[in-house]
Every structure is written in structure tokens, then in C-alpha cells.
């Protein structure tokens, strides 16, 4: 099972760049770690850092504590769809 790391900063790390109201914010880009990693690293965080020329937000991976910080953690869901790609078993597998 893979977790959620939860994040700082900006709830959204994609921008589909269109004026509004076309445009879309979400949350693509995540932090996972399995069980056995979060309680090695449990301090971990990730930051969702602002970038120019680019639609994504840059992840930033901390093993230690920055301080007071807010995380919103959430149980991971694997999508059904993903299973349909040609490398996704083996990612899994390898994991």
C-alpha cells in the first residue's frame, strides 16, 4: 500500500494555462512512500514549489522537519484506469 505524503504550499500543481473561466487547477503531482519508508522518514515533507515555463509545480522530497507545517494527508487510491498501462504491473511489482 502506498501513502499519500501529504504537501505544503499550493493545493493544485497543474495548470492547464488557460485564461479563465477555462481554467483548470489540479492536484496531479503527489508524494508516495510505502508504510515502511514513512516510518523510517517520518519527519518527510513535500512542498509544492512555484515554477516559471512549465504547467507543472516542481516537488520538493524533505526526509527531516522544516518546522511547523500543515499537511493534508490522504488515503492513496489507485485509479482502475492506470492498471490498463502496458508498464504499470511492473511498476507496481518493483515498488
Not at 495548470?15 to 519527519?43: E, M
Not at 526526509?63 to 484506469?81: A, I, W
Request: glycine share 6%; aromatic share 10%.
Amino acid at each position: 500500500m502506498l501513502l499519500d505524503l501529504g504537501y505544503r504550499g499550493s493545493p493544485f500543481t497543474w495548470c492547464n494555462n488557460r485564461d479563465p473561466p477555462a481554467t483548470t487547477w489540479v492536484r496531479l503531482d503527489r508524494g508516495l512512500a510505502n508504510l515502511n519508508w514513512v516510518q523510517k522518514f517520518p519527519a518527510a515533507s513535500v512542498e509544492h514549489l512555484d515554477v516559471i515555463n512549465s504547467d507543472h509545480k516542481c516537488l520538493l522530497l524533505t526526509r527531516e522537519s522544516r518546522g511547523d507545517q500543515c499537511f493534508q494527508r490522504k488515503p492513496f487510491r489507485l485509479e482502475e484506469v492506470w492498471m490498463s498501462d502496458a508498464g504499470c504491473e511492473h511498476t507496481i511489482q518493483a515498488a
